[in-house]
């Protein structure tokens, strides 16, 4: 059996505080259930949670009420799926302090290696299935992402571990409706680190 992972990242506003990479993992008879019912709600209008949560692209032209009524509805609808979700986040502020010399992609690729092994032996305890993995397209990384995965598949310790696809896939979230949802987790994964170290604290409901 194989299941599913769909994957994204997400960033505070100024791209200066936190950043996460997350994914949501379920067998394909959930994925479908799951597809369905979020292309309903959506209106087949391609989810973007950052724009959804701050009144921006697609939905600028909408009432504030609407648009945050509309995401508390698609975290019900992961929330009361039979899916899963991890997120690696990291403190920005902190990675520059004490690696001044270091690109800050350097996060994008240690949050996504921490979310791709640990999701794909969730996969494995959880389902006892193999996994494959779908993440958003981000241009400036697919070729190294993709060069992280294929050193994690070809990790000689990691033989006795998770069947992996032998190459990740990079697709984009306005026509991949499942990456939109690991697009809702990744921010709320970002977000739950930026409420405790960012200069506003919210409790998210």
Same mark, same amino acid.
């Given at each position: 059996? $194989?299941?599913?992972? @769909?994957?994204?990242?997400? *960033?505070?506003?100024?791209?200066?505080?936190? @950043?996460?990479?997350? &994914?949501?993992?379920?067998?394909?008879?959930?994925?479908?259930?799951?597809? &369905? #019912?979020?292309?309903?709600?959506? &209106?087949? +209008?391609?989810?973007?949670?950052?724009?959804? =949560?701050?009144?921006?692209?697609?939905?600028?032209?909408?009432?504030?009420?609407?648009?945050?009524?509309?995401?508390?509805?698609?975290?019900? $609808?992961?929330?009361?799926?039979?899916?899963?979700? !991890?997120?690696?986040?990291?403190?920005?502020?902190?990675?520059?302090?004490?690696?001044?010399?270091?690109?800050?992609?350097?996060?994008?690729?240690?949050? @996504?290696?921490?979310? #791709?092994?640990?999701?794909?032996? !969730?996969?494995?305890?959880? !389902?006892?299935?193999?996994?494959?993995?779908? @993440?958003?397209?981000?241009?400036?990384?697919?070729?190294?992402?993709?060069? +992280?995965?294929?050193? $994690?598949?070809?990790?000689? *310790?990691?033989?006795?571990?998770?069947?992996?696809? =032998?190459? +990740?896939? !990079?697709?984009?979230?306005?026509?991949?409706?499942?990456?939109? *949802?690991?697009?809702?987790?990744?921010?709320?994964?970002?977000?739950?680190? =930026?409420?405790? +170290? &960012?200069?506003?604290?919210?409790?998210?409901?």
């Amino acid at each position: 059996m $194989i299941v599913s992972v @769909f994957g994204d990242d997400s *960033a505070d506003e100024t791209r200066q505080r936190v @950043f996460a990479v997350a &994914g949501v993992i379920a067998e394909e008879k959930e994925w479908e259930r799951l597809e &369905g #019912v979020w292309v309903e709600r959506t &209106g087949g +209008i391609p989810f973007h949670a950052t724009d959804c =949560d701050s009144d921006q692209g697609n939905y600028k032209d909408r009432p504030h009420k609407d648009n945050k009524e509309l995401y508390k509805d698609l975290v019900q $609808i992961l929330v009361n799926s039979k899916a899963y979700g !991890f997120g690696a986040c990291l403190d920005l502020a902190g990675f520059r302090e004490f690696y001044p010399d270091l690109s800050q992609d350097m996060c994008y690729y240690k949050a @996504f290696w921490e979310t #791709v092994r640990t999701l794909a032996h !969730f996969a494995k305890d959880r !389902f006892h299935a193999g996994v494959k993995f779908i @993440f958003d397209s981000r241009t400036e990384s697919n070729y190294n992402a993709g060069m +992280i995965y294929n050193t $994690i598949t070809n990790d000689s *310790a990691n033989n006795a571990g998770p069947e992996m696809f =032998d190459e +990740i896939t !990079f697709a984009s979230h306005v026509k991949q409706t499942r990456i939109q *949802a690991g697009d809702l987790y990744a921010r709320e994964v970002m977000k739950h680190l =930026d409420n405790m +170290i &960012g200069p506003v604290q919210r409790t998210r409901k």
